[in-house]
């Protein structure tokens, strides 16, 4: 069965995406730790990230730097954490998450964004990458 990641990446649900390229895709997550907090997915599907091959962790990596610095300058902060905790679908996800503050950081009683918030803040990284 597809994870829901891989029916997001084939169109079959909805989501907010910033990048998308032959090898991976970045959305925004629907229930952001900060505004801007994106995750980027490869489109194979791969439960733990060190199955990765490791040309396709290394071109992760390169997307999420590039979107780190559209990130900073969209939602301007003092870094850009990146977590891969992998519990939640059993499909590789890198979370970006614009911080200030070590707070910042929490995965667990994240309320969801709403649709126009996401949109907004997808729209923001896009220009930031142009």
């Not at 396709?56 to 559209?70: D, E, R």
């Not at 301007?76 to 891969?84: D, E, Q, S, T, Y």
């Not at 939640?88 to 200030?100: K, N």
């Amino acid at each position: 069965m597809a994870s829901i990641f891989t029916r997001i990446i084939q169109k079959e649900l909805p989501g907010h995406f910033v990048w998308e390229d032959e090898q991976c895709v970045a959305i925004m997550t629907l229930n952001p730790m900060k505004p801007g907090h994106v995750l980027v997915i490869p489109r194979q599907e791969i439960d733990h990230w060190d199955d990765l091959p490791l040309e396709l962790s290394a071109h992760l990596m390169a997307v999420s730097q590039k979107l780190a610095k559209a990130l900073k300058q969209a939602f301007p902060c003092a870094r850009v954490g990146i977590l891969v905790v992998g519990l939640e679908v059993p499909h590789v996800h890198i979370h970006l998450v614009p911080l200030d503050r070590m707070q910042d950081i929490r995965v667990e009683g994240l309320a969801q964004a709403e649709a126009e918030e996401l949109a907004a803040a997808a729209a923001k990284i896009r220009e930031a990458l142009a």
